[in-house]
């Protein structure tokens, strides 16, 4: 396929240019996934969708060519999609993971996915898997293990799919992000009916819940996260995006603590999230990034009909989270 009239389309110019439609973003994507379309075309496509602005439309056509490519793998068991795809050297110790293993103690069966660059070595994600005690699955049967097992897996990006890790490094040789990180978002490659997302810049949530709508999700929960992933600041009010079974909601959630403190002030040590889950190392504001974190994507996931119920019950579980199971 040539993307030619697509970049045509995009770059006529004021007045005459306009948005893909969805149809043309599936088969743009899976030209972009299938290696068929040129490369300089590629670059100027994904550049002029971000300079325009993407719209839900495109975002839900790149996705429906996603997830034709990772079909087997929308047969998971997973009841929330955990995406996690943020970048820079800014963040902080990737507190989420916690959060998430706390929302499978409540039952849920969390798929975690992502790819992160540019992190800070001590924040990285993949490099705190094993503090938070959650396993890294290669393949598909790998993850469903985990999932039956533990009720939560991380599936690095190229396990699912090598050419969506090559696309989303485009932003290597472009020097800016594109729309492909957007969709991954939206993925929801294991089909759950629950999702969370983190953005970093705000404009975006909107437009995750634009996209989540045109592709049949029900509920979904969009916010303003730690460098962009779906972790909560306690101390501030923060505005959550979202659908509820399937139709639009925003709530605006009012702080846990009072505090000022950005979320990667401390500098991340070697050990300190294994520490944290152990109990040798005491952050109040910390743990209340993981049990408000989870109380939120417990509440997204249709485990609590609160959101004080689904705060009432992640905090329990933080502080019996040593307490062997019976």
């Not at 969009?222 to 101390?235: N, S």
């Not at 995006?241 to 500098?267: F, K, M, N, S, W």
């Not at 004080?308 to 040593?322: E, N, P, S």
Request: hydrophobic share 45%; glycine share 10%; aromatic share 4%.
């Amino acid at each position: 396929m040539t993307l030619a009239p697509l970049v045509r389309a995009l770059g006529r110019g004021p007045g005459r240019s306009r948005n893909l439609d969805r149809k043309e973003a599936r088969e743009a994507m899976a030209a972009i996934l299938d290696g068929s379309a040129a490369p300089e075309a590629v670059g100027a496509l994904l550049m002029l969708m971000r300079y325009r602005g993407e719209t839900g439309e495109e975002i839900a056509g790149f996705v429906d060519a996603m997830r034709a490519r990772l079909a087997p793998w929308a047969e998971l068991p997973a009841t929330l999609d955990w995406p996690s795809y943020a970048s820079g050297r800014s963040r902080g110790l990737p507190l989420f993971l916690l959060a998430a293993r706390l929302v499978a103690m409540a039952g849920q069966k969390v798929l975690i996915h992502g790819w992160n660059s540019h992190q800070n070595p001590n924040a990285d994600v993949r490099a705190h898997l094993g503090e938070a005690g959650i396993a890294a699955a290669t393949t598909l049967d790998g993850a469903r293990m985990a999932l039956e097992a533990n009720g939560i897996a991380y599936v690095p990006l190229e396990a699912m799919d090598a050419e969506l890790l090559r696309v989303v490094r485009l932003r290597d040789e472009l020097g800016l992000r594109s729309p492909v990180n957007t969709a991954l978002r939206a993925m929801n490659p294991g089909a759950a009916p629950a999702c969370v997302q983190g953005v970093f810049h705000p404009p975006y949530r909107g437009l995750q819940q634009d996209a989540a709508a045109l592709l049949g999700e029900k509920d979904l929960m969009v916010i303003k996260g730690g460098g962009g992933e779906f972790e909560r600041h306690p101390a501030k009010q923060i505005l959550v995006y979202g659908l509820e079974a399937g139709a639009v909601h925003e709530q605006t959630v009012d702080p846990l603590i009072e505090e000022t403190r950005r979320l990667a002030d401390a500098d991340p040590q070697k050990g300190d999230l294994g520490r944290l889950w152990t109990g040798e190392r005491a952050d109040p504001f910390a743990e209340a990034t993981v049990t408000g974190t989870a109380a939120l994507a417990l509440l997204a996931a249709g485990g609590a009909a609160t959101l004080a119920g689904a705060q009432a019950r992640m905090d329990a579980l933080w502080a019996d989270r040593l307490v062997p199971a019976e």
